[in-house]
């Protein structure tokens, strides 16, 4: 099974910082990589496929890179709107998704 | 509009069972790959059981499998997910999910399952 680490757990950051989260896979999955956000009480939003494609209507502040074993999320600049926890997810293999990060007001 | 509405959560004790339903409307239906993916309380997401479009290929993950049985009507646009001999651990929010390409677009709100007695 590939197992998917996720890191930090809780990133506290202000509004218009710009926020990294990094997620690695326990053996490589090429680009088969997606991106969640989710918020409290809310089902998770799909953001990011394939390691780097925006999905339609996510905003361009968050992007994606990355192959192999390491990927990283990137919000150009926080907006209060993009508080919440996100999920990297494989695809490569059946499916795994990372723990979270939660991204925090700081 | 895409959407995806749960049903059929519950409380139930320890060695019982549950049906899910998922009435999905706004796309094509029986193109579609689809998903169960759960959550438990405070904790992250896990991947539960996949169904091709035509419901013969199927797939569950290790902690699920030989207990749960996913299935598709596709004449009625529903995904099902038939759980048995449900464990405490089985208690967590069950999404049904839209697969696109293996990645997931869009999620219902969830149904609440919980196991205890």
């Known amino acids: 099974d590939i197992q998917m680490t996720q890191s930090p757990s809780t990133l506290s950051a202000s509004v218009g910082d710009r926020v990294t989260i990094t997620c690695r896979a326990s053996?490589?999955?090429?680009?088969?990589l997606a991106w969640y956000q989710q918020k409290p009480g809310k089902a998770p939003k799909f953001l990011i496929y394939k390691a780097s494609s925006l999905e339609s209507g996510v905003p361009s502040r968050f992007s994606g890179s990355g192959s192999g074993t390491e990927f990283t999320l990137t919000i150009s600049s926080l907006q209060p709107d993009d508080f919440a926890t996100y999920y990297c997810q494989q695809y490569s293999s059946l499916w795994t998704f990372g723990q979270g990060t939660k991204v925090e007001i700081k | 509009e895409v959407q995806l509405v749960e049903s059929g959560g519950g409380l139930v004790q320890p060695g019982g069972s549950l049906r899910l339903s998922c009435a999905a409307s706004?796309?094509?239906?029986?193109?579609?790959?689809m998903t169960w993916v759960r959550q438990a309380p405070g904790k992250g997401l896990e991947w539960v059981s996949y169904?091709?479009?035509?419901?013969?290929?199927?797939h569950y993950a290790d902690s699920v499998k030989g207990r749960f049985t996913i299935s598709r009507d596709n004449a009625r646009n529903s995904l099902y997910l038939q759980m048995n001999s449900l464990r405490v651990e089985d208690t967590a929010i069950y999404y049904c999910?839209?697969?696109?390409?293996?990645?997931?677009?869009?999620w219902g709100q969830g149904t609440l399952v919980t196991v205890s007695s």
């Open positions: 053996q490589s999955i090429s680009t088969w």
């Open positions: 999910v839209r697969d696109r390409s293996s990645y997931f677009d869009y």
């Open positions: 169904s091709n479009s035509n419901g013969y290929t199927v």
């Open positions: 706004g796309f094509p239906f029986s193109s579609y790959e």
